[in-house]
């Protein structure tokens, strides 16, 4: 081999090495820390704030955080409360900061809400375990979870706010918040119900 073929070959064999080397994510963690600082005004810097209006986010399924994010930014989630707060915060988001903030807060330990002994929450978990058949209602169990921790795109709504799972309950019922299956599932829940179901989804 001759010497002068020893640098291309060196220079060829670093360029392969480093087309194999796995990508970093577009976002760095000082870009997370910067987003994690925003929204800690309203979430709490571990996801976990105190006000109804806004969710814990602390324990949220990671693919769900990021598709509702994703959903902000591009204005499909056109809820009031989306409209109001979140269209804004997202639409600086790039990709790589969305999937680093649904990654943090997926992270931060969830927290149990505190525990209830009232009539409407033994209710609530019957409704939750089994539905109500005579209304079409179905259990909230077969897609949420024994422990309504949630899976992939579907949320955690334990520990979650009594008054912000109310809330989000109402708006799906009246489609103000658009999801054809919780339209469905929230069509024919009276008033009562949803707040039984808040209180206990909330407690556990």
């Not at 963690?29 to 006000?51: E, M, Y």
């Not at 979140?86 to 790589?96: C, Q």
């Amino acid at each position: 081999m001759r010497k002068s073929t020893i640098p291309a070959l060196l220079t060829l064999a670093f360029t392969l090495a480093a087309c194999d080397t796995p990508r970093h994510d577009a976002v760095s963690q000082r870009d997370v820390d910067g987003n994690v600082h925003l929204c800690s005004s309203c979430h709490g810097i571990t996801g976990r704030g105190v006000s109804p209006t806004f969710p814990i986010l602390a324990g949220q399924q990671a693919d769900y955080l990021e598709a509702q994010l994703h959903a902000f930014r591009d204005h499909s989630r056109a809820d009031p409360h989306a409209h109001t707060y979140m269209w804004g915060m997202a639409a600086h988001l790039d990709d790589g900061a969305i999937k680093g903030l649904a990654d943090y807060f997926s992270r931060q330990p969830a927290i149990p809400g505190p525990p209830v002994d009232e009539p409407t929450a033994a209710e609530a978990k019957a409704i939750f375990t089994n539905g109500i058949d005579a209304r079409g209602v179905p259990a909230c169990v077969g897609c949420h979870g024994e422990k309504a921790e949630g899976q992939s795109t579907i949320p955690r709504l334990a520990g979650q706010h009594r008054g912000y799972l109310a809330d989000q309950l109402r708006l799906f019922r009246s489609n103000d918040r658009a999801n054809e299956t919780m339209h469905e599932n929230a069509l024919n829940l009276s008033d009562r119900e949803i707040e039984a179901l808040a209180l206990y989804l909330s407690s556990l």
